[in-house]
């Protein structure tokens, strides 16, 4: 059996082009893979998308394994692990990295788990131990109150990365690579399980995870009425509103829109903290955020500890003022 | 007669003041302080509150498995009080926080030691390692499908039918049972006992397993070591803008907002 | 001479007097053992202790009318009107039984008639029968004219005739006292000048020109239609929707006699007890409640979640309670098996045939709302102020016994779990217990025992961080006096009062009994704390779970230790304050003075009283587990207690409650701006009297 060597990274697609993640993870890839001595690779699942192949090779990709199947379109537990059992089969890299999105958390531990090896989830840092060359997964626990630093002794080492946590490698459209179309050869009798329908929400506006401003709204907002305010200032700023747990508990705000460790991750420019006290499950959400900036009433709040700038002040009192000044300047 | 399983995790309270959070960076874990006990993992409590509602609209046996190095009877059996009918624990020395291959090897092991199960349901990821790993695990180990970040989940006869979590929205998935399946806090809070609740699970069984009894291996298989751990220091550097009023104190800040151009 | 010493028909009239007394006696024993018989379907409850006591004192608070007088207010006089009319009406029925009863019954008429005692108790009746007179048309006028809030409620036809018809028999008895005794004497023979008025209207008579055969006759008529009245009045009254004469008296010898608001622990090895599927579930006591009830609405006025427009009210609870006792009773009797559903979704779901189906209405649902029944605050206003002794707010808490079962209700889930899962209400507090503590070298008892006093810190005193300040104070002020005190740190655990009052029994016993246990380990024997609740709870809850220990509020440690000046100001700070009693230490307690003698301690403090104050202060809305549930509906409470503090024009308001400071806090930020009125806690007056520094503890 041949050794494991390489870095191999799967490149999510949404929206008929790379994923943001994915150029994220073959800069890391970029990275790492000197310091191994090793080969960089990447694969492509999905429909219609040999196209992005060479986009793949420019972000630094020696090697991309394509597996272009109308069936594949939307990600699905069964056949996509089964696609890249098949691929890792064919490339037996060294370390396996995959974003830590919806897709990548459902992915990760089955493929940890088929490979008998071990899969680390939602890693902040990656970096190669000088010494024994494995791969040094740093990680958040207790609910971002702790980091970890983890390895895997068995191979594939398997990692799934934080969005926004890697810079993206420099498209460098002269680079060469390999292109390896692969057969799917999906039996689809035998798959378990069958999706009956699929609902997309209409996310109005910028997605939270792309906003290069982020207002984010607690439990002082107190009702729906007041995110208006929050949507206000996301607007002049081109950004987007997120929530803790609370509002979108209290159905004040969607779901979708609550950062935190249960909710999204975001790494944007600016994070504006309004009438949130900051408790470590919502700021391990935000924490790698440029400037974090908070606006709270309790000059006890753990969000000061946090933030880069504050004022202590009601927010009833101090968004109309902070809009009125922002329409000003912007 | 359904057989729901579900794993519940004992951790230590993620709403912990920070003054009380201390890390042991030799044993590389949080310290579990006596000020503080520990909890059943929030997402867990949703997978048996998930598991509760199907049992409310048809006769099925809940079992709640439960495994750590020590465990508190009081926390767990919380979960009997809350509705469960049965709580087998699985209790040994080596059963470590961190251990993702043996945690779900053993409770696998467990639930074909127990016989029958229709479904088995899982929290999406335990407070204190925040993975989400184990649900697959176990089905991984016990070779049935598995379907995670559940929204809503429904038995209807031999079918699973799951409302999965996706990024901007929700697919419905179904699957023959048996299906591990792991919840997100959409499938509903778990019911807090009564006091009828609370005073009945006296009289409900508990098992308890280690190690030996399921008949595994206990030793380090080299997919995970932990190197390090720390919690990272808290530094007050915020700075904190003054005014004579809130309306003065918001100028200031766009103002100096603009400054570090950020805006 | 005796009317029944003729003969009317041929039938002597000894034989019709008794044979009419028998018959109607009759009636009213057979309705009055209905009633009595629908107690006892109850469940039971002791009340048999201390008869004596019980006795004498129900004969005190009645006879002094002390029960009607105790609500007389400037805004409201009726309870002169009530005294009159029953110190009236209790010589008449002294009068009924000696003059007629044993006078005509017994044949002791003519030993009687124009004798002294005859003379002076007759002209006692002219006065009372004047003042009974007095107070009808007082009545009248009330009820009619004026009409009160507290009277204004929706009533079925039986219940509006009653008033019209107890004024006209009333009025009728007192008219035809006055006609016997002018007709009597006209008749017979008048005495001199005394009783006045009988003997001014027979003079008039005499003077009528009207036969003796005449007067005689008409005297004769009116004594037996007098006596029928009273016949049919006794047959009518157990019959009346308005019970209270009969039960009033008996009700308040069966009063509580346990610390106020206390409440009954429940045997958790058997919940059924806490069911109130119908009821029968109640004990008898409540369901004399029921009966004792005098429809006065003073519990209705004063209920702050009425006040504050929400859909409770005490007098309603009672008196649909009572409806529906009298409506469900008789079946209930026949057959005890019916069992009816507690929750009006239940009986939508039932079978149409089924006895379910068939009752008029659910307990839950019909009669008082789950809104309702969380609405309450247990501030004890209702009990406090009814002339019955009725216990409204037990029966409110039994009934969310009820609700909490089988699963806690969601209303109030998230404090309940958090309590039995880390110890305390406060979920999301970032704050360990003793994080308040640091930096002040407060003795913690587990590491060292040697303490006199246990200062007992609260959940909110530890862990909310407004109060924080306060637990602080007390702190510094214990250290400035020198007193050797300690804290239980992180062993402490909630005192179980929101548990209790929110109906989660089992959560209460289980961390009062853990308290129970940690104060006999320690042994700890004197507690001081600066939450009412907490004070309340261990001083009258833990006693009847094995736990007696001397418990002091800090007002009162305080004032003490001002008393034995151990501590003194000096230097003066001219300020207008004003002190909001918090129900917990004033109704409950009656704890009214050292809280007020502490801020007298601060020279230069000027105490100015909000109208509603002491025995009837209005709640800050806290209470009943409140503190942790949304107020949707109506108005705030805190916002309408905060506006009559506002009204007082103090500078500062005082409270001796976390609840209370709380609720006020919240209530002023939404009162955009009007940041002039200053909420503190006593505690933290005085240190800023003293000036000691407060931010020793500065979390870094």
Redo the contacts between chains.
């Keep these: 059996m041949a050794e494991n060597s390489g870095i191999l990274v799967n490149c999510e697609v949404t929206g008929g082009r790379l994923a943001p993640i994915a150029t994220e993870l073959l800069g890391a890839g970029s990275r790492l893979a000197p310091e191994l001595g090793q080969e960089l690779s990447a694969i492509l699942i999905g429909s219609d998308i040999s196209g992005l192949a060479q986009e793949t090779i420019a972000y630094g990709a020696k090697k991309v394994y394509v597996v272009d199947e109308p069936s594949l379109k939307d990600y699905s537990t069964e056949s996509f692990l089964m696609v890249m059992e098949k691929v890792v089969q064919q490339a037996h890299p060294a370390i396996i990295l995959l974003g830590q999105t919806s897709s990548g958390r459902d992915l990760g531990p089955w493929l940890a788990f088929r490979l008998n090896t071990g899969a680390t989830m939602d890693c902040m840092a990656l970096a190669i131990d000088p010494a024994t060359k494995r791969l040094l997964m740093t990680r958040p626990v207790y609910g971002g109150n702790a980091q970890a630093v983890q390895v895997c002794g068995t191979d594939p080492q398997i990692a799934a990365v934080r969005i926004k946590a890697m810079a993206p490698s420099a498209k460098d459209d002269t680079l060469q690579g390999q292109v390896i179309n692969v057969e799917a050869g999906i039996d689809s009798a035998s798959l378990k399980t069958k999706v009956l329908e699929r609902k997309i929400e209409a996310t109005a506006g910028i997605k939270l995870e792309d906003a290069r401003v982020v207002v984010a709204g607690g439990r002082g907002i107190g009702s729906a009425s007041g995110f208006q305010q929050l949507e206000e200032i996301a607007g002049l700023l081109h950004g987007a509103v997120g929530a803790t747990r609370t509002p979108c508990d209290a159905k004040w705000i969607s779901n979708s829109q609550q950062i935190g460790i249960t909710g999204k991750i975001v790494s944007p420019d600016l994070y504006i903290a309004v009438a949130l006290s900051g408790a470590s499950q919502h700021v391990s959400g935000f924490f790698s955020s440029r400037v974090i900036v908070a606006i709270n009433k309790d000059p006890e709040a753990n969000i000061f500890k946090v933030a880069h700038y504050g004022i202590v002040a009601d927010w009833k009192t101090a968004l109309p003022a902070f809009t009125a000044k922002l329409k000003e300047v912007v | 007669m359904k057989n729901i399983i579900v794993c519940m995790k004992q951790v230590l309270d993620p709403e912990i003041p920070l003054s009380l959070f201390h890390i042991d960076t030799e044993a590389r874990q949080a310290i579990q302080p006596k000020a503080m006990p520990p909890v059943l993992s929030p997402f867990d409590e949703n997978a048996l509150e998930a598991a509760l509602e199907i049992k409310d609209i048809q006769e099925s046996n809940v079992t709640v498995i439960s495994l750590g190095k020590k465990l508190t009877k009081a926390v767990v059996s919380s979960a009997l009080a809350a509705g469960a009918d049965r709580l087998v624990i699985l209790q040994d020395e080596a059963f470590g926080e961190f251990n993702t291959y043996l945690t779900a090897n053993a409770i696998a092991t467990a639930i074909k030691k127990l016989g029958q199960y229709d479904l088995i349901l899982c929290g999406l990821q335990a407070a204190d390692t925040n993975t989400g790993q184990v649900g697959t695990g176990i089905a991984s180990i016990l070779g049935i499908p598995c379907i995670t970040a559940a929204l809503k989940v429904e038995l209807d006869n031999d079918k699973v039918r799951v409302e999965k979590a996706l990024p901007d929205g929700y697919e419905v998935i179904e699957a023959p049972t048996p299906v591990v399946v792991t919840t997100t806090y959409e499938v509903g809070a778990l019911r807090e006992p009564g006091v009828e609740a609370f005073m009945s699970a006296a009289k409900k069984p508990i098992t308890t397993w280690n190690a030996r009894d399921l008949g595994i291996e206990t030793g380090n298989t080299g997919r995970f070591t932990m190197i390090k751990m720390d919690a990272p220091a808290h530094e007050s550097k915020c700075e904190i803008l003054e005014g004579s009023s809130s309306e003065e104190k918001a100028v200031k800040l766009v103002t100096k907002l603009k400054e570090i151009k950020v805006i | 001479m005796s009317p029944v010493a003729a003969n009317y028909l041929g039938i002597p009239g000894y034989v019709v007097f008794w044979f009419l007394f028998a018959i109607a006696l009759g009636f009213f024993i057979q309705r009055l053992y209905l009633l009595i018989r629908l107690l006892k379907l109850g469940r039971p409850e002791n009340r048999s202790d201390r008869l004596f006591y019980r006795f004498t004192s129900m004969l005190a608070i009645t006879l002094t009318q002390w029960c009607s007088l105790k609500s007389v207010n400037h805004k409201d006089l009726a309870g002169i009107g009530h005294a009159f009319m029953f110190w009236g009406l209790i010589l008449f029925v002294i009068n009924y039984l000696i003059f007629i009863g044993l006078g005509a019954g017994i044949g002791l008429f003519t030993i009687l008639s124009s004798s002294a005692f005859e003379t002076v108790f007759f002209s006692i009746l002219d006065v009372a029968a004047l003042l009974v007179i007095l107070a009808m048309i007082w009545v009248i006028i009330k009820r009619y004219f004026i009409k009160p809030e507290r009277l204004k409620r929706k009533e079925s036809i039986g219940e509006k005739i009653i008033q019209p018809l107890l004024i006209t028999v009333i009025v009728s008895l007192m008219a035809l006292h006055y006609c016997i005794e002018g007709f009597g004497y006209a008749a017979y023979g008048i005495p001199d000048s005394w009783p006045f008025i009988g003997v001014s209207f027979a003079h008039f008579l005499n003077g009528s020109g009207i036969s003796q055969d005449g007067l005689a006759t008409v005297y004769r008529s009116l004594w037996w239609l007098n006596y029928i009245i009273l016949l049919g009045a006794l047959v009518y009254a157990p019959r009346s929707k308005h019970l209270h004469p009969l039960f009033s008296f008996s009700n308040i010898v069966f009063k509580n006699l346990a610390p106020k608001g206390s409440l009954r622990p ?1 045997d ?2 058997k ?1 059924e007890t ?1 069911r109130i599927s119908e009821v029968n579930d109640f004990t008898w006591k409540e369901l004399l409640d029921l009966y004792a009830c005098t429809w006065c609405g003073m519990c209705h006025t004063v209920c702050p979640a009425q006040l504050s427009g929400k859909p409770l009210s005490p007098r309603e609870l009672i008196l649909s309670l009572k409806e529906h006792l009298l409506e469900t009773g008789p079946d209930l009797l026949k057959d005890k098996t019916v069992t009816v559903p507690a929750v009006a979704d239940e009986k939508a779901d039932a079978e149409p045939d089924s006895a379910l189906a068939k009752t008029s209405k659910a307990l839950i649902g019909d009669i008082i709302s789950e809104d309702g029944i969380w609405a309450c605050t247990t501030c004890l206003a209702c009990q406090e102020v009814c002339p019955s002794h009725n216990e409204q707010m037990v029966k409110i808490i039994d009934l969310r ?1 009820h609700l ?5 209700t969601e209303i109030a ?1 998230e404090p ?2 958090n309590l ?4 305390h209400p406060w ?7 003793t ?1 308040w503590a640091e930096g002040l070298g407060i003795k913690i008892v587990e590491q060292d025992r040697d303490v006199d006093i246990l200062y007992w810190v609260g959940c909110t005193g530890a862990l909310e ?1 407004r109060s924080l300040k306060v637990t602080q104070a007390v702190a510094k002020l214990m250290k400035q006096a020198g007193v050797n005190f300690g804290i239980l ?3 402490e655990m909630c005192c179980g009062d929101p548990a209790r009052r929110l109906g ?4 209460f016993q289980m961390v009062a009994m853990n308290n129970i246990q940690l104060f006999s380990s320690y042994c700890i024997k004197k507690i001081v704390t600066a939450c009412p609740h907490c004070f309340n709870t261990l001083k009258n809850e833990y006693p009847r779970l094995g736990g007696q220990f001397e418990v002091i509020h800090h007002s009162q440690f305080i004032a003490d230790l001002f008393k034995r000046n151990t501590l003194k100001i000096n230097q003066a700070r001219e300020t207008v304050v004003t002190y909001h009693d918090s129900c917990y230490l004033g109704r409950y307690n009656d704890i009214y003075k050292p809280p007020r003698q502490v801020l007298k301690s601060i020279p230069g403090v000027r105490l100015v009283e909000m109208e509603q104050n002491r025995k009837n202060c209005f709640c800050c809305g806290g209470g009943g587990g409140r503190m942790w549930l949304e107020e949707n509906t109506g108005q705030r409470i805190s916002e309408m207690r905060l506006s009559q503090a506002i009204d007082t024009r103090a500078q500062v308001m005082a409270t001796a409650c976390p609840f209370c400071l709380q609720m006020f806090e919240d209530a002023a ?1 939404t009162r955009e701006g009007e940041e002039s009125l200053k909420i503190r806690d006593i505690a933290e007056l005085i240190v800023e009297a003293l000036e000691i520094p407060r931010d020793l503890a500065d ?2």
């Excluded at chain 3, 979920?427 to 217990?433: L, N």
């Excluded at chain 3, 989660?504 to 959560?507: G, I, S, T």
């Design positions: 429940i958790l090895q919940p806490f016994r909490q079962l089988g699963a806690l889930r309940l779990k039995r899962v880390r110890g979920r999301g507090s970032m704050y360990a217990r994080d961080d740190g992180e062993e989660a029994e089992h959560l930020k979390k870094a």
